[in-house]
């Protein structure tokens, strides 16, 4: 690979961290608001879906797919409604490091129960420091300190991280390229919330500057639902799943200390070493290994 395309590689791989620390960040902004969990989603999809309508859309035989439905439930509909509920509650390095930072601890941890095996050995160093992180970001919760309704946020983020730990190993499984998963899981969650959303459930729009609605508007349809999944493709095609994955791990920590000047959040000497754990245990699993050199053959006779 030549060094302009590496080049190329990390200035998408940097560029989708952003968008996915951003996210985040907006998410727990728009906690911060009369704006439901409800609300959110729905400007998120309808958003999205303006957009993806001008785009590559799935073929006919993709919408008689029912594992693409479950897929579109699983990886957004519960997936955002639980981050969204939840960032009325914990700050947004709570969200990081919940829901992508230990995802590769969910992942684990799912493929075990499924009777997939254990991780590699090489792995469980970085398994044990994530765990760890765990266990510093859940220190308050039984000292006493934790936050007013730390519990619930917590626990929904950690169902979120799950969620979204399945639907990626679901879709990994069944074979499903990203773009497909992109475009036709954003389009059927929008068929399947957006009439439920209108007809029944407690909407904070009137109570909502125009000037909110329209930035988390924006923000959520176009960002994380699009722009991010294009400039992961292309960093992954340019610099291989391995590495990409290895430097995602950078993501609880850029959220916790971004969230300090731009949320006013505190950032407190237990937080920033469970950020710190996660992000390296993450980085641990995730980073490339290099194969081992084959073992040396005995010399044949004649041979030096």
Do not use: N
């Not at 700050?91 to 969910?106: E, S």
């Not at 291989?240 to 290895?246: D, F, I, L, Q």
């Amino acid at each position: 690979m030549t060094f302009a395309a590496t080049r190329k590689g990390y200035v998408y791989l940097f560029a989708c961290l952003l968008l996915w620390s951003s996210f985040m960040l907006m998410a727990r902004l728009g906690g911060k608001t009369p704006l439901t969990a409800y609300d959110l989603l729905a400007l998120r999809l309808g958003t999205a879906s303006a957009v993806l309508l001008w785009l590559p859309r799935p073929a006919w035989a993709a919408w008689r797919d029912a594992r693409l439905w479950l897929l579109a439930l699983i990886g957004c509909i519960g997936f955002c409604l639980l981050c969204y509920g939840a960032v009325r509650w914990v700050p947004a390095a709570h969200v990081a490091l919940l829901v992508a930072g230990i995802q590769p601890f969910l992942m684990a941890l799912l493929l075990v129960l499924a009777g997939q095996g254990w991780p590699q050995r090489a792995a469980w160093p970085g398994y044990a420091v994530m765990a760890l992180g765990l266990g510093l970001l859940a220190w308050p919760l039984f000292a006493g300190q934790a936050l007013p309704g730390q519990w619930l946020g917590d626990g929904m983020l950690l169902t979120a991280g799950v969620l979204w730990a399945l639907y990626a190993l679901l879709a990994k499984r069944w074979g499903y390229v990203p773009w497909l998963l992109t475009s036709f899981v954003t389009l059927a969650s929008t068929l399947l919330y957006l009439p439920v959303y209108l007809l029944w459930l407690p909407k904070g729009l009137a109570q909502t500057p125009w000037s909110m609605i329209v930035s988390q508007a924006l923000f959520h349809g176009i960002s994380p639902a699009i722009l991010a999944m294009l400039c992961y493709l292309r960093a992954v095609a340019l610099l291989g799943p391995s590495r990409v994955a290895a430097l995602m791990a950078l993501i609880p920590v850029m959220t916790g200390l971004a969230a300090v000047p731009l949320l006013d959040e505190p950032l407190t000497a237990t937080l920033a070493a469970a950020l710190l754990s996660v992000s390296l245990g993450a980085w641990w699993v995730s980073r490339p290994v290099p194969a081992p050199a084959p073992a040396a053959r005995p010399a044949a006779c004649g041979q030096p």
